[in-house]
């Protein structure tokens, strides 16, 4: 047993260690001054965005994403029942769910380990494609346009550990280790005055010095490391013969750091509750919880970018709370043959008062205080509070080739282009084993 848990641990531990990687300092417009070098500091830098909330939403979004990706959990796919002279025996008519949870736990003192690998790479964030991000931008008493260009993915590896406990209740910690890799570019930057008259035309290097900052650039930068730990206690409440209702707590801690984006910057709390029932090889269930988050670096109070006077409360940049979710999702487990299942599960969020980044349109219907007149007609992505539902669809397999060894295979696949959203689907690929 020792043995087979080193070689869970040696796995994980292989990806550590990696140094952080980070951007170079282009443009100095970032509100993080004392974290210059970080990913947090590439969007404002390259889109000239800093001083204003324009494009500032994207951190938030990102690290929410980052510190809610969905999960792989801890289901053994080995479940206890008893023969007819009242002797626990193992039940295996399908080997459980993927990315939701169900009604049952690991088992009395069992222990379950599982490691996972999935890979996001976004493409659009509320509709619009990242390669397509022109803004309208205020620096001071300077005005200008700049059309811009963005980049991230995120590969994710997972440790799961649960322990039951006791028969009906399990305890699971769940810490994934992130690499971020993000990339930045904007085009020919045109600057005017309040009056509206241009600025000097930039030179770009290979000629003289002069207003470098404007000409176009690129810049990328990755950074990887623990990512939010998540700590989880679950109870079975009914444990009927086939129906099972349970009702569980997890809670998120921030130990991924923010300001590279491998974390959310927020401590969170989600209870949940889950119901399932066994008919056969068929295995439906329902999972409903709710996410509460805390305040987070990562998405700045307006207030912030209004006046130099507008916020209150100290030097320091105000922070409001990361967006609270409702999170919902339906499915089945089948047991094809006995060591081999099929997984489907429908995966939703509705969040609250979310930052959304809006298509663009003309300068002129966003409030940018003094605007000239010559940027009015102007293309510019904005951004606005609101609520918004993200679905999915899990498609996968889970195979039993030996002893309590089961290997996933899961396909996430988006169903809507809400909030900031990868390829049509994410893979996911995970090992785990039962003690």
């Not at 792989?72 to 023969?83: E, H, Q, R």
């Not at 009242?86 to 169900?102: A, D, K």
């Not at 949940?272 to 987070?296: A, D, E, K």
């Not at 979310?354 to 904005?382: D, F, K």
Request: net charge positive.
């Amino acid at each position: 047993m020792i043995r087979r848990f080193a070689f869970f641990a040696l796995i994980f531990a292989s990806f550590l260690g990696a140094a952080l990687q980070a951007q170079q300092v282009v443009v100095d417009n970032c509100p993080y001054t004392h974290h210059a070098t970080s990913l947090s500091c590439l969007v404002p830098d390259l889109t000239k965005t800093g001083n204003s909330s324009n494009l500032s939403a994207f951190n938030t979004t990102l690290g929410e994403v980052v510190g809610q990706l969905p999960l792989a959990v801890p289901v053994s796919g080995f479940v206890l029942g008893f023969d007819k002279s009242g002797i626990p025996i193992e039940i295996n008519q399908n080997l459980g769910s993927v990315l939701t949870e169900r009604g049952n736990t690991v088992g009395l003192h069992k222990l379950f380990v599982g490691f996972t690998f999935q890979r996001f790479v976004f493409q659009s964030v509320d509709g619009t494609k990242l390669n397509n991000l022109p803004t309208v931008f205020q620096s001071g008493a300077i005005y200008g346009t700049s059309h811009n260009s963005l980049g991230a993915n995120v590969n994710q590896y997972t440790v799961i550990a649960a322990f039951g406990v006791t028969s009906r209740i399990d305890v699971s910690a769940t810490l994934p280790f992130e690499r971020v890799s993000m990339s930045a570019s904007h085009g020919l930057v045109s600057e005017y005055d309040q009056a509206g008259n241009p600025g000097a035309t930039p030179t770009c290097p290979g000629t003289s010095t002069l207003s470098l900052a404007l000409c176009p650039q690129s810049v990328a930068g990755s950074a990887k490391g623990i990512g939010d730990l998540l700590l989880n206690i679950k109870g079975t409440a009914i444990n009927g013969e086939r129906s099972k209702f349970a009702a569980g707590l997890e809670a998120r801690f921030p130990t991924g750091d923010p300001y590279n984006l491998l974390g959310s910057g927020a401590y969170g709390v989600k209870p949940y509750v889950v119901f399932s029932r066994s008919s056969g090889r068929l295995t439906p269930h329902i999972n409903v919880g709710y996410q509460w988050n805390g305040f987070s670096v990562l998405r700045i109070n307006p207030c912030y970018f209004a006046s130099t006077n507008a916020c209150t409360g100290g030097s320091s940049i105000p922070t409001l709370r990361l967006p609270d979710d409702l999170e919902y999702s339906a499915g089945a487990d089948i047991g094809i043959v006995k060591k081999l299942s099929a997984v489907a599960d429908l995966i939703g969020e509705r969040y609250f008062n979310a930052p959304r980044v809006i298509a663009p349109g003309p300068a002129s219907q966003v409030h940018i205080p003094n605007l000239p007149t010559v940027l009015g007609t102007a293309q510019t992505v904005s951004v606005s509070d609101s609520n918004y539902n993200e679905t999915n669809v899990g498609l996968g397999l889970k195979v039993n080739p030996f002893g309590r060894l089961i290997i996933s295979a899961n396909a996430l696949i988006r169903l809507d282009n809400n909030g900031l959203r990868p390829a049509r689907f994410v893979p996911l690929v995970g090992l785990s084993y039962r003690f």
